[in-house]
């Protein structure tokens, strides 16, 4: 059987991701979860604290930003499906990014965010398969992509038979 | 030994999936078939029993099919070879749009219907590599092209040796 | 200034296409069509009468589909925009084949159909772009994607001037 | 000798393309502009002005953003380089979905923004092969770039010859 | 209006290349035809004529194998359209290798031969769109496919009207 | 480690598959050898022999063409290597529509082929990375370029130390 | 008639390209040149130039070296065939980088050197269609590839008619 | 858990490769390293030690390079991160063309050189998302990008919970 990679990319500051992976386990989905370094200053830092100092804050970024996106393009271009979550506060344009990535490569994206966003973030949904607030609607989406169960449909009819 | 997967879009009304995964299990070929969800009224249903119900019929039904084609698109990408079948009924535009997809990516692909369909199907049959009316017919396309076992043929070679 | 190379695919038996060309040429829009060939008898036929009578139908519309295959494929995939449309009458599978293969190239879709072939055809609109009903709002399209111009806003911005 | 195709992708309230076209102008350059729909009522409209209102605002949004994605993604795949503009306000995820799709189809990017949006725009920045701040400064890269012309170079060159 | 770029691919003694040309020409089609180099000698000695004699046969002819495919995949990748002719005598070797060049590309290919060869070309023929004997069939086809002229249907519609 | 898959192309009348597959098992090779179907009779009759007679010879071959093309191109397209062998014999067209399906492909290939055949086939080994006569040069090259082992090389290396 | 595009990649100090121009230009072929920018000065401090100095040398280099690959890379994109020239001196790693460049893109190149660095330059040779030393051979190949003319044959042939 | 597949390209008479491989073992990396043959004569002399000996030093490289060729660009296809490690002696091309390879095929690449060649390779390095200088910064990036693990970072976080 398929297993599916899922990349959860954007907010990092709560578990949605760990609530996504527990509700997926819980479920049995043949699934592999794939994601950007969430330690938010493991992340500013990894590029100085590796390949050393830099005096120029753009260019310590930079280097770090380029580590950070060895790992992200080579997961996302191999993934299955990409979650991206816009979180409440920050720009978050790294998330906006990545679902252009994904956008353009044609893989099937997933955008969470909370009502209050829909507007800036109309032509990210439009390049979306699917639009959700929560984790649970996620873990409910790929149970019934990947094992084609739906809550109030294929379970009825597994009762009846 | 590579395991073929093969990909079964089309028609959700009749056993045909079942009868090519019997007869393919029966041939023993190394194949793990994939489809579309073939529940009717989950299929329908899925974006708005998930993401929240819509007054209008339009998009209740744009939200299914988007998060059907989460599934299909995958499902039809890693193919080695995509089946489609058009049943007696209905329009099966979504199995044509199928045949379509398959062929811009340059999947080998087999359509299955009955004559009295050849001429409405002909620009889909003329981008198959076979048309075909009956499962069993699929199962020995399966048999052949992966196995290399044709009736009458390979058999016989083995009897004589 | 681009011109826009754009695609009228699907039913054969209005004037759509001369009512959109005839609008665009109206709003002086930088378009180029194309489209299949739109001689119901030729088009069945052109195998036949180019290379030669087939005793047998399927083969008989097996060389005319390839042959238009030669024009649509190529075509599709010179274009900028595809917009197919899905009459009242017939199967129509070709015209949901090219929906496909234009959505596996990664075009952007315009698909028209009436209402009442909405709930058939919802795989086909949830890759598409844009859903419309008449030639009016397909040209009112071109003109608001390709000149930016939108009756209401634009001319009213241009008036104030 | 080759038209170079610049696409002009994100803020849309101060006349920084006005000031980058009327540079290339007076530089010669040999460039043909592209950019979204500009006028942001029109941009945010468009879709239920032309195929119907919606009552649902998010509904509203997804037809208005689908429709404008026929012109932006076009585009974007039509262009040599691309230019992406962050503000000083707003989310403008659009803008950095924008510069995601750009880099997956490996479209070399310029991106402008002042220092304080430097660290939350560090991704994007690293996919990028310039971080520039004013209009000027693009004009400039695009004088070199296409022209081979750096002032305080090339020109002290002919003025030696 | 659209060129077709058609390239003609294969046997180099007959004139059917100038055949075809004439015929195109006379049917005013706006067509670009573009070919190997079809002189003989050149076309074996370019190599060495150019970048030095070889005293091994094998690197005589791989020299000019090469710089023959500087021309020969370049004008492939740009054509609309591949013509591949198979005469009736020696291997070519090349010819069939340039079918399955441009197969793999996703070209349309018309193949011309004549009846002996076609047990032995069936694959090649499986790969193409048509499959003609005669320099007026391809022009015919050419008409109909780029202008969707056919004679006996189109012009009878003309001559009615 | 990883396992190389290599397709062996063309003549099917040798053993050559055989030296090769038991040359690559004695040097305990890490590779998943693939293949056309070899059965003469079966590979032409395949397509009737499934899905009914023809009448007419050419569609008997090319309903049977076109069912090996399902095996043969899904196998060259998962291929690490393609080795194409051109026999003494017949015209083999299909061996070099092959190699040019596979160079389109960018897959390295190996050709093997007597040196009567060195100036007909001088296009198809100028595409090549190797050219070979004997299924044991395969095997040497296959041992070199999947394990690093070199006759008189390595092995005296590894004796040394 | 097709216009073909050269990219001219590699050494800067002397005036190979000229000579190329000229003898293109003398044989009238229908060619277009692209090259990078080749004031040394200008190509090394384009970016500090333009977006402001750096005390760190390393992102001195970064910056103009971006900038220069927003050129090469879309002219080596747009390019029919790319010749690199390797000098007498320096290390030229940009060259080698802009022959592996092609070669991925799978674009005929030419590669130019003297006989000095032929073993150094193997690999770049081995994925070259064509290996030449001066600029008079590059314009005869052009001459020969582009319009099929072949001193010593196809001339002669001309005088004889 | 994803197995990630690591090419080591370029210089090959340090023990740098082993340096990597030994540190990556010790951190526990999920990885496969691949690489060319590092055996120097093998590697020159292979196309003539198993397909015959050429007197012309130009075609004794030639079959050799073609021959590593088929190892070198399978492999870098195959891979998700590619280094390229410049030495301090010879010209190195090789390496470089393996870069702008890679780079062309959009594969995150790291360069290893030291000071002293950073002004020569800045286009190389340019194209690189991490430039280094010892085994021990791959290693550490490695297991930063795979396993999201910075010493002083993420470690402190554990030694905290």
Redesign the interface.
């Known amino acids: ?2 297993t ?2 899922i990349y959860l990319s954007g907010e990092i500051h709560t578990d949605w991701r760990e609530q996504i992976e527990a509700g997926a386990k819980a479920a049995n989905l043949p699934v ?1 979860f ?1 994601a950007p ?3 938010h ?2 992340s500013d ?3 100085v ?3 050393g100092a ?6 310590h ?14 997961l996302i271009e ?1 993934a ?2 990409v979650v991206v979550r ?1 979180g409440e506060k ?17 893989k ?1 994206t ?1 955008i969470m965010h909370q009502d209050e ?11 979306a ?4 607030k929560t984790s649970e ?1 996620v873990v ?2 790929l149970r ?3 094992n ?1 169960e ?5 379970d009825q ?1 597994q009762a009846a038979e």
């Open positions: 059987m398929k599916w990679t592999a794939a370094v969430t330690h200053e493991a830092d990894c590029g604290a590796i390949l830099e005096p120029n804050k753009f260019w970024d930079h280097k770090g930003a380029q580590m950070n996106a060895i790992r992200t393009r080579t191999g299955d499906i816009f920050y720009k978050q344009w790294n998330a906006a990014f990545d679902a252009g990535y994904a956008a353009a490569l044609n099937p997933i966003h829909a507007h800036a973030l109309k032509e990210v949904d439009a390049a398969l699917a639009v959700t609607e409910e989406i019934y992509v990947i084609g739906l809550k109030g449909y294929t009819q």
